[in-house]
């Protein structure tokens, strides 16, 4: 099982690859390809970082990262990180809503993990805790959607649960509005990869959060297949209403 030195590298490798994110935007005379192509640098050098970092601190662990090469020998591995070098890709540069994911999964479960939300100043892991840094008084609940799902998914919550719904970008992003207390629920109807949710979701569970496919059912990783359908990261109290609004048995 993950220990105190596997949390603290999540941490780290997080917040190190956003500094180095970050200095890029900085820089964009670094960025020898233009501006253009910022994204681009961005999660090459990202995912260069952090695959360096991991196989020096843990060279026997296998990497799954969005910028790699799938390595079959993970479905047999006991101890696998699943990475997002750079989420949100396409706001990094235009706005705050990018992040870096890192998680440790064991037996299917994230049992460590960090993400780095640089625009926020601020890297969660799954140790310490997390805790909520803003609370909200208020009947409907917030909930946050994707921007390419506002349409479907925010119409569902709003009609179904009376939420008042927004979308970002950055799967990242949206959870941790959640970690922090900012809203109430993140909602994804439509599919997704195990790098955009995996972290988020080790953070989210260890801060006292629930996280679970759209039915309500249980979250797998480091799966054959890596894309997932749907994610719930909400309040304990929200995971009934939405689930039953998601799976359209309300
Ligand atoms: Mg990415």
Not at 39 to 65: C, K, N, Q, W
Not at 71 to 76: E, H, Q, W
Not at 123 to 145: D, N, Y
Request: net charge negative; hydrophobic share 40%.
């Amino acid at each position: 099982m993950a220990d105190s030195s596997d949390h603290a590298l999540a941490a780290r490798v997080a917040a190190e690859t956003g500094e180095l994110l970050v200095r890029l935007l900085e820089n964009p005379a670094a960025n020898g390809r233009g501006w253009h192509s910022i994204e681009y640098t961005g999660d090459r050098s990202a995912h260069e970082f952090i695959m360096r970092e991991l196989g020096r601190e843990r060279p026997d662990d296998i990497v799954l990262s969005e910028e790699g090469r799938d390595d079959p020998a993970r479905l047999a591995s006991d101890r696998v990180w699943i990475v997002d070098p750079l989420d949100g890709s396409s706001d990094f540069g235009w706005s705050d809503h990018w992040s870096v994911h890192v998680a440790l999964v064991e037996n299917g479960k994230p049992t460590a993990g960090a993400v780095s939300v640089p625009g926020w100043d601020t890297t969660w892991a799954t140790e310490p805790t997390p805790k909520p840094i803003m609370s909200r008084v208020g009947e409907r609940p917030r909930i946050l959607v994707s921007r390419s799902r506002r349409h479907i998914d925010g119409r569902l919550l709003a009609e179904g649960l009376g939420a008042e719904v927004m979308a970002v970008g950055s799967a990242g992003v949206k959870a941790m509005a959640v970690v922090r207390g900012e809203v109430d629920a993140y909602v994804h109807g439509g599919g997704l990869y195990e790098w955009d949710s995996c972290a988020p979701v080790a953070v989210a569970e260890a801060a006292g959060l629930v996280a679970c496919r759209l039915d309500g059912s249980e979250l797998w990783f480091n799966k054959d297949d890596p894309w997932s359908p749907g994610l719930v990261i909400c309040k304990p109290e929200l995971v009934e209403g939405i689930t039953m609004v998601m799976s359209g048995r309300r």
